[in-house]
């Protein structure tokens, strides 16, 4: 059974930082990807960042100079670095775990690409 349990949610000021860990259990991290999604609330759920075991990273238009990914191949743990936080980047975020290398997905922060996914961590941001 995979399970993904995220962590490091909170409640920051406008241009604070966030770290947030998710530690994946019963999933091998070898040729897969996994990614960061959010959700507002009364918005759909987008895609923040993704990367792979190849090492190869994808972003969101909004989010690129002020996040970054990375990924702990051996340790199973995805970390999301989240910089100049902004009211805006508040949501919860979810942890996704899938088959494959993000250069195989027409859209690499497309949710389908991720069979399992975590419980969120919320983040709010205040102006």
């Known amino acids: 059974q995979v399970t993904l349990v995220e962590s490091g949610g909170g409640s920051v000021q406008s241009g604070g930082s966030l770290r947030l860990s998710c530690v994946a259990s019963g999933f091998h991290a070898g040729w897969s990807s996994m990614a960061w999604f959010r959700q507002a609330p009364g918005k759909e759920r987008e895609g923040v960042a993704a990367t792979d075991s190849e090492g190869t990273t994808a972003y969101a238009d909004s989010v690129k100079g002020r996040f970054t990914i990375s990924q702990d191949v051996a340790a199973n743990t995805l970390t999301l670095d989240m910089n100049d936080l902004q009211p805006e980047d508040g949501a919860m975020y979810f942890c996704?775990?899938?088959?494959?290398?993000?250069?195989?997905?027409?859209?690499?922060?497309?949710?389908?690409?991720?069979?399992?996914w975590g419980q969120g961590t919320q983040v709010s941001v205040s102006s």
């Open positions: 996704a775990a899938g088959w494959g290398f993000l250069q195989h997905f027409v859209q690499p922060l497309d949710s389908r690409n991720f069979r399992y």
